[in-house]
């Protein structure tokens, strides 16, 4: 059975993986631009879902790790931790510090975690108690949020019906949206959008290619662990970003495969927006779905207008993306090695190693010391 302290590390390290692989994606983000690949918004999106990818893999990453050290085919004193890293250098005389301070600075992470796990300050406490409460907060609202998405396609019309996708007109919404269940796909559109012809059709091709990318899949797998990383300002960010590319990378398939005016795109978004903005949408907005203008709000109630001016002048700028091809291999490759190499490095290292030893030694040797010059006073 795995104990408490084994789980609590791991979700210790997912936060600061997570926190890590974030940094290294803006640093490939920085050196896209340098290429001109900032236009490039299908690529990128490519990449920070890659990027995640490699962070649910770290863990099978990790156990291979450990299994090559047990059955002896990578040597003992070969080690990727940082932390036996550090000890190595602390050896050799690279670090100036005490062996006793170096020791309690090496050892700090295991002592905050025994005092969280034990609950026995009051800060610890509250920590725990204010987690909680987010999480079950969360989980509660999105069990909401699902039973309201039900009732809003249980509520609709049925318009047009393929195999595996379900058009469907609603009175409830004034944003379409795309959403799926366990074997159906949804495409939402609100009914007083029949009469605007060539919205219609601009929402429709928005919303099949959002399902065609599987977009819907990627944004209930955010959704499902937000309580989980809720606190961790690292996966808000990610989230954002991936939101924020997702809509980026579908506007501009949808202009290059159908051809649309971006004008009359930009236009149609425009007008869904300040429709939406017009009526209550608080009962509208419902997760997970993948809308065709974000839904998000900040402050007073009012939605978010910085990404969708984004969006609307990335159209009319007229820019074409650039062409990776290929190159995103050689981007991806790089990335992925980096994040699981972060995963193995940040995990415990083990208690007992040579280098480990050997301080442990210094350190008894330098209290033996003080002893010594206590007893000769």
Request: positive net charge; contains cysteine; proline residues 3%.
């Given at each position: 059975m795995i104990e408490l302290n084994t789980l609590f590390d791991a979700y210790i390290n997912a936060n600061i993986l997570l926190v890590l692989a974030l940094c290294l994606w803006?640093?490939?983000?920085?050196?896209?631009s340098r290429f001109r690949w900032n236009?490039?918004?299908?690529?990128?999106?490519?990449?920070?879902?890659?990027?995640?990818?490699?962070?649910?893999?770290?863990?099978?990453?990790?156990?291979?790790?450990v299994i090559l050290h047990k059955i002896g085919i990578m040597p003992e004193r070969f080690s990727l931790n940082f932390a036996d890293a550090v000890v190595a250098q602390y050896l050799q005389g690279n670090l100036n510090m005490k062996p006793s301070e170096f020791e309690a600075a090496?050892?700090?992470r295991?002592?905050?975690s025994a005092e969280f796990l034990s609950l026995n300050s009051t800060f610890s406490k509250i920590i725990a108690a204010l987690v909680?409460?987010?999480?079950?907060t969360l989980t509660i609202r999105t069990t909401q949020s699902l039973r309201r998405l039900r009732k809003i396609i249980k509520t609709s019309y049925p318009w047009r019906s393929t195999r595996r996708v379900n058009i469907r007109l609603s009175d409830r919404i004034h944003v379409p949206f795309s959403t799926r269940g366990l074997t159906k796909r949804y495409i939402?559109?609100?009914?007083?959008?029949?009469?605007q012809n060539a919205d219609f059709k601009m929402a429709l091709a928005h919303e099949f290619?959002?399902?065609?990318?599987?977009?819907?899949?990627?944004?209930?797998?955010?959704?499902?662990?937000?309580p989980l990383f809720f606190w961790n300002p690292a996966f808000q960010i990610w989230k954002r970003n991936v939101e924020h590319l997702r809509e980026l990378a579908c506007d501009q398939r949808v202009l290059n495969r159908k051809g649309y005016d971006p004008r009359a795109y930009g236009a149609c978004l425009l007008?869904?927006?300040d429709n939406a903005l017009k009526n209550d949408t608080s009962r509208s907005i419902a997760m997970p779905q993948v809308g065709l203008v974000s839904q998000e709000r900040k402050g007073l109630g009012l939605m978010r207008q910085d990404f969708l001016k984004h969006r609307v002048m990335s159209m009319l700028s007229a820019q074409t993306p650039a062409s990776s091809g290929q190159k995103i291999r050689w981007v991806m490759l790089p990335l992925a090695a980096l994040i699981v190499f972060a995963g193995i490095s940040i995990q415990k290292p083990g208690d007992w190693s040579h280098d480990r030893l050997m301080l442990s030694t210094i350190v008894n040797l330098e209290r033996m010391d003080t002893i010594n010059g206590l007893g000769v006073r």
């Amino acid at each position: 059975m795995i104990e408490l302290n084994t789980l609590f590390d791991a979700y210790i390290n997912a936060n600061i993986l997570l926190v890590l692989a974030l940094c290294l994606w803006f640093a490939v983000k920085y050196a896209m631009s340098r290429f001109r690949w900032n236009t490039a918004f299908e690529t990128q999106l490519r990449l920070l879902n890659g990027a995640f990818l490699a962070i649910l893999a770290c863990p099978v990453a990790i156990g291979i790790y450990v299994i090559l050290h047990k059955i002896g085919i990578m040597p003992e004193r070969f080690s990727l931790n940082f932390a036996d890293a550090v000890v190595a250098q602390y050896l050799q005389g690279n670090l100036n510090m005490k062996p006793s301070e170096f020791e309690a600075a090496l050892g700090l992470r295991k002592t905050i975690s025994a005092e969280f796990l034990s609950l026995n300050s009051t800060f610890s406490k509250i920590i725990a108690a204010l987690v909680a409460a987010g999480a079950i907060t969360l989980t509660i609202r999105t069990t909401q949020s699902l039973r309201r998405l039900r009732k809003i396609i249980k509520t609709s019309y049925p318009w047009r019906s393929t195999r595996r996708v379900n058009i469907r007109l609603s009175d409830r919404i004034h944003v379409p949206f795309s959403t799926r269940g366990l074997t159906k796909r949804y495409i939402i559109i609100p009914s007083a959008m029949l009469a605007q012809n060539a919205d219609f059709k601009m929402a429709l091709a928005h919303e099949f290619d959002h399902l065609r990318q599987s977009d819907i899949e990627w944004e209930i797998g955010l959704e499902a662990i937000k309580p989980l990383f809720f606190w961790n300002p690292a996966f808000q960010i990610w989230k954002r970003n991936v939101e924020h590319l997702r809509e980026l990378a579908c506007d501009q398939r949808v202009l290059n495969r159908k051809g649309y005016d971006p004008r009359a795109y930009g236009a149609c978004l425009l007008r869904v927006c300040d429709n939406a903005l017009k009526n209550d949408t608080s009962r509208s907005i419902a997760m997970p779905q993948v809308g065709l203008v974000s839904q998000e709000r900040k402050g007073l109630g009012l939605m978010r207008q910085d990404f969708l001016k984004h969006r609307v002048m990335s159209m009319l700028s007229a820019q074409t993306p650039a062409s990776s091809g290929q190159k995103i291999r050689w981007v991806m490759l790089p990335l992925a090695a980096l994040i699981v190499f972060a995963g193995i490095s940040i995990q415990k290292p083990g208690d007992w190693s040579h280098d480990r030893l050997m301080l442990s030694t210094i350190v008894n040797l330098e209290r033996m010391d003080t002893i010594n010059g206590l007893g000769v006073r």
